[in-house]
């Protein structure tokens, strides 16, 4: 009980997620509604790429960020149903929820992206094509997203069950798809910016740094951005072992990051050209300095770490930092075309069209919408 | 079984790209969207420039990596030519293929238009088929099985070797030659087209063929070895020059 009294009472936090709820709905509608209509009326043209050689659009940035926060979701509630860390427990139940929120959002955008995607649910499992990366994600991904809403419907059945062994298949199959995720890239020999044995490594810790940056913004998101309102072993968990995982992985991510940057304005390899442009933009340093350094600093020093305002500046940061390195990588592994002539410009251009920020926001609205939703009818934080 | 291969000769062709429009009115192509292109390459500064060119079809490769990466194996190598096909029936249009291949010879149809105005729009579709051109090969020769016909929506095309023509071939037979009459009509229609004659059309496993008679004895090479896809298609340059005209790195 005296737990319970370290919340916010139990109707305004009602209320809470209903205004939570409505937002996401409202997003979900424009999101929504902007590309439906434009799948209608100009068909999926609309979504910029070209037969130039960018091939993989916002759209597939977008499915890759979701899915990636998803499979990083279910790594960090693993660690409490897995491995018994006991202080992540009142984290856990939001982080599968958030886990499956994530999904949903990443899987419509590839659907709505994919030309026949229906066709994808049959003929993907029964021609076996297992030299394909991508026949082993699908597969995956399928158990992946089955065996989450198993446990999450457990969760809803029986709310006080403690953990759950079918986490142990939740948590290898996240790992298992996010470890695919990156050969889907790094088994690209004709693509230079993408190929390399590291990229299955680097998705794996962006996945999970990603993760703690969302597990951070939601448990504050839900104590109405008060860090007074937090329960006390939440706030301690924030500003001990998860503030100190998420500054390693947020290391671990700039040296990784900033490493292949390196790597690739000193390579004279052709193709590497890529990164001269890259680091030459804006949105590279800031996605480096502003949205990697930055947070590093802030959870690493006491101070900040403890702050509650420092530790959501840190967790958004990072969000949209992930976002836009997300973007770099794939648009950048593209952007030297493959085998043209002279006519085609020796970097191909791109920026997304208003059918891909609809998709983005399409995705926005349906993972808050799937959250929200839960926190505020199916339990997803009543012991959180 | 032939597998069957390709040899242009960069030494006689003259880049008319008579091959780019047969193809085109053949395989009813998009403008713009060429299966088999010409791609120019202008080298240096006036007065001391250099214009060059190199035909690239699809190369048909014996290792294709569009094969191994297309989930639903939409994709695959026709075992009786050795022509990698598609699917439509199968191809979900995720264009892992168009990022996997090398030599950048796929196409997606519900792409933005290469050349405006868009011409499906002038001419919209009916049925499966996602545009209906005035130009058209005849309806049995469809076969949306092995990628040939009119593209429907949602999915990759490719150059198919002219697979319609080239699998009525007589049995046997160890090239494909527009001047012989009795293979005339199984030739592809960018071999078939080739003014200068630079192209040529034959049984790689057939020893006697006269493709691996130009392989053998003028050099014939295949572009980006270094990937291990062995493409099918070989071109010979008399030695003098480089294959791929243009292919110094382009890094400033």
Known sequence: MAMMTDTAPEQGRSNHFLLHLMAALVLLALGGGYVIWEILQFGK??????????????AIVTYDYFLLTSTGLA???????????????????????????????????????????????????????TSSPLFWKVLLVGAYAVSLGIVLLG???????????????????????????????????????WFGGEVPVVFLIESFMGALAFTMFFSHLKNGFNHANMRPETRLLFEGTLARMFAISIGLHFILHAGRALTGLWSNAEGMQVWEYLVAQPLFHFALWGCVALPFVLMVLPATRSN???????????????????????????????????????????????GEWALLVLAVGLANTVYAFAAWKLGAEDRA | MPKWGMVIDLETCTGCQACTTACAMENNRLPGENWQDVLFYAEGEYPNLNLSWLPRPCMQCENPSCVSVCPTKATYKDEGTGV????????????????????GVRFYMDEAPIVEPDVR?????????????PFKMPDEYEDA???????????????????????????????????????????????????????FFGDLDNPDSHVNQLI???GGVRLKEETGNKPQVYYLSGGGSPVVPGSRSRRS
């Open chain 2, 121 to 133: 729009e002038a001419f919209p579709a009916s049925g499966r088929r996602s545009w209906n051109p």
């Open chain 2, 216 to 218: 053998a004895e003028k």
């Open chain 1, 308 to 354: 509650g305002l420092m530790q959501i500046l840190a967790a958004a940061l990072v969000m949209i930092g992930l976002l836009i390195s997300r973007y770099e990588f794939i648009i950048g592994g593209q952007m030297v075309p493959l085998f043209k002539g002279t006519w085609a410009t020796d970097l191909l251009h791109y920026s997304p069209s208003n």
């Open chain 2, 84 to 103: 990698v096909l598609i699917d439509w029936n199968k191809c979900i249009g995720c264009k892992y293929c168009m990022i996997a291949c090398p030599y």
């Open chain 1, 45 to 58: 043209v609309q979504f910029n790429t070209n037969n130039a050689g960018i091939h993989w659009g916002m």
């Open chain 1, 155 to 193: 969760m809803i059945n029986k709310p006080d069950a403690g953990r759950n062994p079918l986490m142990m298949l939740v948590g290898l199959l996240a790992l298992a798809v996010t470890l695919v995720a990156g050969l889907v890239y790094g088994m690209m020999a004709m693509r230079p910016v």
């Open chain 1, 75 to 129: 790594m960090v509630a693993s660690l409490w149903h897995v491995f018994g860390i006991k202080e992540f427990e009142p984290v856990a139940r939001r982080a599968l929820w958030l886990a499956m929120a994530g999904l949903m959002g990443g899987v419509v955008v590839l659907f709505l992206e994919l030309g026949n995607p229906w066709i994808a649910l049959w003929a993907t499992p029964l021609n076996m094509q």
């Open chain 2, 145 to 199: 099985s092995k990628g040939i016909g009119i593209q429907p929506k949602g999915v990759v095309s490719k150059c198919t070797f002219c697979y319609h023509k080239i699998s009525q071939a007589p049995e046997g037979v160890a090239d494909l030659d527009e001047d012989n009459p009795e293979t005339r009509e199984f030739t592809p229609a960018c071999v078939r087209v080739c003014a200068p004659k630079s192209r």
